[in-house]
């Protein structure tokens, strides 16, 4: 499976879109992207998954680049609830999940 | 429909006992997968049952095993435990061969003193 590379840490004002970036340049064309979210030890939560096109659910925007090179995670409108550690995972449909070391957003008030 | 579950909550063991920890699938999910999280990283891939077999593993040694039913629960086992086995246990489920996502239990927190 393809590695990516995330921040390790962001900031986002509460009610503001909060954008997190994902770079996975080295992708193959059967590996799909999926976001899940960890709030303080909790199971991680599935959020959205998409292979090239832009995909949107109740939780939040997936946009994917044309080269699939890298990938944006967007909450629209962030709340203190949303604080967690985001990870962005690729892989091919048939393997599980391999964990990096994600990005931990914290929303302000 | 319960999600995947998992037992016990929390455990405490000492060095060189072994432990076994459950989970039980999400309802109609046939597959499932073990992690182990240590404290401030992410979860790391154990292995993977499907079909009462061990299908993929991750890196790490023959004192994790496991065991998957007929009913597509699991088990997971650590002999011989040692102190750096103190983690999150997560379970999580799927469907094999489908793009669907794969859903995480609540964990099993194991501390080894």
């Known amino acids: 499976d393809a590695k990516t590379t995330q921040p390790p840490s962001m900031d986002c004002a509460e009610g503001r879109a909060a954008n997190l970036p994902c770079n996975h340049s080295t992708i193959s064309g059967n590996e799909y992207v999926y976001w899940y979210r960890q709030i303080h030890s909790q199971g991680p939560q599935y959020i959205i998954h998409g292979l090239k096109n832009n995909e949107t659910n109740e939780m939040a925007s997936l946009i994917i680049t044309e080269d699939r090179k890298s990938s944006t995670l967007i909450l629209p409108h962030a709340t203190l609830r949303d604080t967690a550690v985001y990870y962005c995972i690729v892989r091919v449909r048939n393997n599980d999940m391999r964990f990096g070391a994600g990005t931990r957003l914290t929303v302000k008030p | 429909d319960a999600g995947v579950t998992q037992s016990p909550t929390h455990l405490i063991k000492t060095r060189g006992q072994q432990v076994t920890l459950r989970c039980s699938p999400k309802?109609?999910?046939?597959?499932v997968s073990w992690y182990q999280q240590a404290l401030g990283q992410g979860p790391q891939f154990i292995f993977q049952y499907y079909e009462e077999e061990e299908r993929q593993r991750g890196n790490f040694p023959d004192r994790f095993s496991g065991h998957q039913f007929p009913n597509y629960s699991s088990e997971l086992n650590v002999n011989a435990l040692l102190l750096g086995d103190s983690a999150l246990y997560l379970c999580a489920s799927r469907i094999m061969l489908s793009t669907d996502t794969q859903y995480f239990g609540p964990g099993t927190r194991l501390t080894v003193l």
């Open positions: 309802s109609g999910h046939d597959t």
